[in-house]
């Protein structure tokens, strides 16, 4: 069966300070993988997706990145943390097949807050 | 007009109630439909796909219309464990292209 891991659960960062998330997907080969975030009491906001290793398409301009560099690993990442990046990182993994009918599946995401 | 869209609620309902969420979604070469339910502070998981011809699953019954690209979800008999975030999701034609997530209907179920 398919698992998503990311770490960590939690996480408390001063602005101006890096950020790496990472997000690792077992059970399945070549799934199409996805960020977003959710501030308190919003909806989703998907920040990035990949198709395959190397290929990020970035949905929100913003200081944050992503990178693919296996297969089932999707590390996203920040130079410098704003005030405005806290929030719930969720990293989502799903099938990409014709038709669009596969099920996503997201992992138990990383609460982020900065101070 | 947003791609997806619900009524934010919330919805407070009593224990036994029967309620509905409505969603309406834009692009009409949508291709599949799910309802995901979202627990407080938790990930997002899935409640049901919804099919063409409408399905069931237990008190949950989920419509498409796709003439009105309109989708619903009826709860019968609510319970207290029922209290979450519903969101509403269509997916696009290509597998590849993400999905797309409303910004849910909360519920509320009181006993």
């Known amino acids: 069966s398919q698992t998503i891991h990311q770490w960590p659960a939690t996480l408390v960062q001063p602005v101006g300070s890096p950020l790496s998330l990472e997000c690792t997907v077992e059970g399945t080969s070549n799934p199409n993988l996805y960020w977003y975030r959710q501030a308190a009491g919003r909806g989703l906001q998907l920040l990035f997706y990949?198709?395959?290793?190397?290929?990020i398409s970035s949905e929100v301009p913003q200081n944050l990145s992503a990178s693919r560099p296996q297969d089932r690993q999707f590390i996203l990442s920040s130079k410098k943390l704003l005030l405005s990046d806290s929030g719930f990182y969720l990293c989502a993994w799903r099938k990409g097949v014709a038709g669009g009918r596969e099920t996503q599946y997201f992992g138990p995401g990383t609460r982020l807050l900065v101070l | 007009r947003k791609e997806v869209e619900q009524d934010p609620g919330p919805f407070n309902v009593p224990e036994g109630a029967t309620v509905a969420f409505n969603c309406t979604y834009s692009?009409?070469?949508?291709?599949?439909f799910f309802w995901y339910r979202q627990d407080c502070r938790k990930e997002p998981k899935l409640l049901m796909s919804v099919y063409s011809s409408g399905n069931e699953d237990g008190r949950f019954t989920a419509q498409l219309n796709r003439a009105s690209q309109y989708i619903s979800l009826l709860i019968r008999d609510s319970k207290l464990s029922d209290s979450a975030t519903y969101l509403c999701?269509?997916?696009?034609?290509?597998?590849?292209?993400?999905?797309?997530f409303g910004k849910g209907t909360r519920l509320s179920v009181i006993a």
């Open positions: 692009n009409s070469a949508s291709q599949s």
């Open positions: 999701v269509v997916s696009p034609l290509s597998g590849n292209t993400p999905l797309v």
């Open positions: 990949s198709v395959g290793i190397g290929q």
